[in-house]
């Protein structure tokens, strides 16, 4: 089935809260996928496309941090958004240095969330349409001279971030 709906990987230990925001999200323009902990964030965005993710800082185990490092190191056009109730300049910085696209403290207004989530989005689309044009031109400049599984090789680079 397609559907033009954003694909919302949400992470966050409090269950409550979990399931409470992707009730909220869900009516929206949202296709939400809510765990519980970053490991299993990390193994769904393997399994299923996502788009953008939310993710909590402070969880059992791997943490938000880590959390994103992993998801940007794997995704490189997905676009995270930290919401966390333990923010500090700090893990604010480094979240940002880390690639987060931005950092949100609870409690959040449901409408500046949403705000963020689709600019996020918009992002995400963007970086996506960047890496075709990449595509595009590398696929111009080496289709001459090169065998189809070198060039295949190079667009999986490419999709990469590399
Ligand atoms: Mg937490």
Same mark, same amino acid.
């Given at each position: 089935m397609i559907d033009n709906k954003i694909n919302l990987l949400i992470v966050d230990d409090e269950e409550q809260f979990l399931s409470s925001i992707k009730k909220s999200l869900e009516v929206r323009e949202f296709n939400v996928t809510a765990v519980n902990r970053g490991e299993k964030a990390i193994q769904v965005a393997r399994e299923k496309p996502i788009d953008i993710a939310l993710v909590d800082l402070?969880?059992?185990? =791997?943490d938000g941090e880590e959390t994103l490092k992993e998801l940007k190191k794997e995704h490189k056009w997905m676009e995270i958004v930290i919401l966390t109730g333990h923010g500090s300049v700090n893990s604010a910085v480094e979240c940002t240095k880390s690639g987060a696209y931005k950092y949100l403290q609870k409690p959040c207004e449901l409408d500046e969330l949403l705000e963020a989530l689709k600019d996020a989005y918009q992002k995400r689309v963007m970086n996506k349409n960047d890496i075709e044009d990449k595509k595009m031109n590398e696929l111009l400049k080496i289709? =001459? $001279?090169? $065998?189809p599984r070198e060039i295949l090789r190079r667009l999986q680079e490419i999709d990469r971030g590399e």
């Open positions: 402070k969880m059992p185990g =791997i289709s =001459i $001279s090169n $065998s």
